[in-house]
């Protein structure tokens, strides 16, 4: 068990035992002595098992699944420690709000202790490496409280040979024979080697270079497009094995998934009700007196096209307008025809800029999620003349439902090319599982509130 896990497990026990003597004082919950010790072992148990105290570098995402996990065998197994006769309604109750209130506290006791304790435990880190590969690892370090890495420098390995695009600063860049006064001066416990290209001969000069130096030395493969998060590494006697299956062909995942979509069907089609109000008279103020909706074909499921449902985000006759634009000027024509968008857009509405600022626009797509004709995540939904421009993507793409959120609005939405859409599109065709959709969503959901590449 990791310092942060032995800290987090001391906050969370003393919570636990504060919890269930208050919901047994107010009669929500009707047991008392060995029970209250088996149902402690159980919780705990569960999170060690799943592993949330091993403090292992980890993403917000990742942290998020190992609390639902632990928690949902708290619950389950709940019923295995009280004879099955006991058990009643209100019984049932009370287990669902205690563990929905350890859930809670579980969660905010792992975001803030690592935000709050972060300087105390965290672990000092030299990048080897000063590329694309390097620049990215360091801005997932800096963004990323969960994994306590606090990024040093970055190593050149130029005396081995290796030349790379200098993409990451200079003035934090050491040379390989200034390693060791580094280590030192800094108390560095970390090494991330994050050169995929670099061949056996150099991975093991730097690991020699390393050992005994560093408590922790880690390297990053050259397996990109290969590793998903259904990934497992295995140890086949003593062979290291990569495992790696395709989660859409889970039946369970599925149900999930589609549970997950007729949910947020559901409630986006209530909020859709304030929104749609908000819409309508901020367009009649401004004397538009158009739809608020407007419907559009696009592709679904195995190529099958229906009718997607968006608020209205541009003045009327929104196609003419961009017609006579690309007629009258050559810059504008070009931008649509790579992008199949324009970054500054003048047939957009005021109440059109909030809209797509916020990512609200496509809110009427709950209605599409409700029925079946879209997921919540999923591919983007790609317009019926797109097909031939999606080239050899396009049957990977159309395998799955369309989504109202996605790969490609969680990595950059508005930086984001025609072409690379797709790239991320495919990329969630191949590694798809129920997790990745749980990822994405908050992703998402942290976009919206800080209208990060928004448009």
Same mark, same amino acid.
Not at 431 to 451: A, P, R
């Given at each position: 068990?990791?310092? +942060?896990?032995?800290? #987090?497990?001391?906050?969370?026990?003393?919570? *636990?035992?504060v919890l269930i003597n208050f919901l047994q004082e107010i009669n929500v919950l009707r047991f008392y002595g060995e029970y209250t010790i088996?149902?402690?072992?159980?919780?705990?148990?569960?999170?060690?098992?799943?592993?949330?105290?091993?403090?292992?570098?980890?993403?917000?995402?990742?942290?998020?699944?190992?609390?639902?996990? !632990?928690?949902? @065998?708290?619950?389950?197994?709940?019923?295995? +420690?009280?004879?099955?006769?006991?058990?009643?309604?209100?019984?049932?109750?009370?287990?669902?709000?205690?563990?929905? %209130?350890?859930?809670?506290? %579980?969660?905010?006791?792992?975001? *803030?202790?690592?935000?709050?304790?972060?300087?105390?435990?965290?672990?000092?880190?030299?990048?080897?490496?000063?590329?694309?590969? %390097?620049?990215?690892?360091?801005?997932?370090?800096?963004?990323? !409280?969960?994994?306590?890495?606090?990024?040093?420098?970055?190593?050149?390995?130029?005396?081995?040979?290796?030349?790379?695009?200098?993409?990451?600063?200079?003035?934090?860049?050491?040379?390989? /024979?200034?390693?060791?006064?580094?280590?030192?001066?800094?108390?560095?416990?970390?090494?991330?080697?994050? +050169?995929?290209?670099?061949?056996?001969?150099?991975?093991?000069?730097?690991?020699?270079?390393?050992?005994?130096?560093?408590?922790?030395?880690?390297?990053?493969?050259?397996?990109?497009?290969?590793?998903?998060?259904?990934?497992?590494?295995?140890?086949?006697?003593?062979?290291?094995?990569? !495992?790696?299956?395709?989660?859409?062909?889970?039946?369970?995942?599925?149900?999930? #998934?589609?549970?997950?979509?007729?949910?947020?069907?559901?409630?986006?089609? +209530?909020?859709?009700?304030?929104?749609?109000?908000?819409?309508?008279?901020?367009?009649?103020?401004? =004397?538009?007196? @158009?739809?608020?909706?407007?419907?559009?074909?696009?592709?679904?499921?195995?190529?099958?096209?229906?009718?997607?449902?968006?608020?209205?985000?541009?003045?009327? =006759?929104?196609?003419?307008?961009?017609? /006579?634009?690309?007629?009258?000027?050559?810059?504008?024509?070009?931008? *649509?025809?790579?992008?199949?968008?324009? %970054?500054?857009?003048?047939?957009?509405?005021?109440?059109?800029?909030?809209?797509?600022?916020?990512?609200?626009?496509?809110?009427?797509?709950?209605?599409?999620?409700?029925? =079946?004709?879209?997921?919540?995540?999923?591919?983007?939904? *790609?317009?019926?003349?797109?097909?031939? /421009?999606?080239?050899?993507?396009?049957?990977?793409?159309?395998?799955?439902?369309?989504?109202?959120? @996605?790969?490609?609005? !969680?990595?950059?939405?508005?930086?984001?090319?025609?072409?690379?859409?797709?790239?991320? /599109?495919?990329?969630?065709?191949?590694?798809?599982?129920?997790?990745?959709?749980?990822?994405?969503?908050?992703?998402?959901?942290?976009?919206?509130?800080?209208?990060? @590449?928004?448009?």
């Amino acid at each position: 068990m990791s310092k +942060i896990g032995t800290l #987090k497990i001391t906050i969370e026990f003393i919570f *636990y035992w504060v919890l269930i003597n208050f919901l047994q004082e107010i009669n929500v919950l009707r047991f008392y002595g060995e029970y209250t010790i088996k149902l402690c072992a159980l919780y705990f148990l569960m999170q060690l098992l799943i592993g949330r105290y091993q403090g292992k570098v980890l993403l917000m995402y990742d942290e998020i699944r190992l609390l639902i996990l !632990s928690h949902l @065998g708290f619950f389950f197994g709940s019923f295995l +420690i009280f004879p099955f006769s006991s058990w009643t309604i209100r019984k049932i109750y009370g287990f669902l709000l205690l563990t929905l %209130a350890l859930f809670l506290f %579980a969660g905010c006791n792992s975001r *803030y202790s690592h935000k709050i304790f972060r300087q105390r435990f965290k672990h000092n880190t030299l990048i080897v490496g000063t590329g694309h590969t %390097a620049a990215q690892l360091a801005f997932v370090c800096r963004g990323n !409280s969960y994994s306590l890495l606090d990024v040093q420098g970055y190593v050149s390995c130029k005396l081995y040979g290796i030349h790379q695009e200098q993409v990451v600063s200079k003035k934090q860049t050491i040379e390989l /024979d200034a390693v060791d006064e580094f280590i030192r001066m800094h108390n560095i416990d970390t090494v991330l080697i994050a +050169i995929p290209e670099i061949n056996r001969k150099n991975l093991n000069r730097l690991f020699e270079l390393f050992k005994g130096k560093v408590l922790n030395i880690k390297y990053l493969p050259q397996v990109t497009g290969l590793v998903t998060f259904d990934t497992k590494v295995e140890d086949f006697d003593g062979i290291l094995m990569i !495992s790696n299956s395709r989660g859409v062909n889970q039946l369970g995942s599925y149900i999930l #998934k589609r549970c997950m979509d007729i949910c947020a069907g559901l409630c986006g089609m +209530i909020i859709l009700i304030p929104l749609t109000v908000y819409v309508f008279f901020k367009n009649r103020m401004e =004397g538009d007196r @158009g739809p608020v909706f407007f419907t559009q074909n696009r592709i679904g499921k195995n190529g099958k096209e229906f009718k997607m449902y968006k608020y209205r985000t541009m003045v009327l =006759g929104a196609d003419k307008i961009l017609e /006579d634009l690309m007629a009258s000027d050559p810059k504008i024509r070009e931008e *649509y025809q790579k992008n199949k968008k324009l %970054a500054n857009d003048p047939r957009i509405t005021s109440a059109g800029h909030f809209l797509r600022e916020k990512s609200l626009d496509e809110f009427p797509q709950f209605i599409n999620v409700f029925f =079946g004709q879209m997921s919540l995540i999923g591919p983007r939904p *790609y317009l019926p003349k797109e097909k031939g /421009d999606m080239g050899e993507y396009y049957e990977d793409v159309v395998a799955c439902k369309p989504g109202i959120t @996605g790969m490609w609005q !969680s990595h950059g939405r508005s930086d984001v090319s025609f072409e690379q859409r797709l790239i991320l /599109d495919e990329y969630y065709y191949r590694n798809w599982s129920f997790w990745l959709d749980v990822t994405l969503l908050c992703k998402t959901v942290k976009q919206v509130l800080y209208g990060r @590449g928004a448009v």
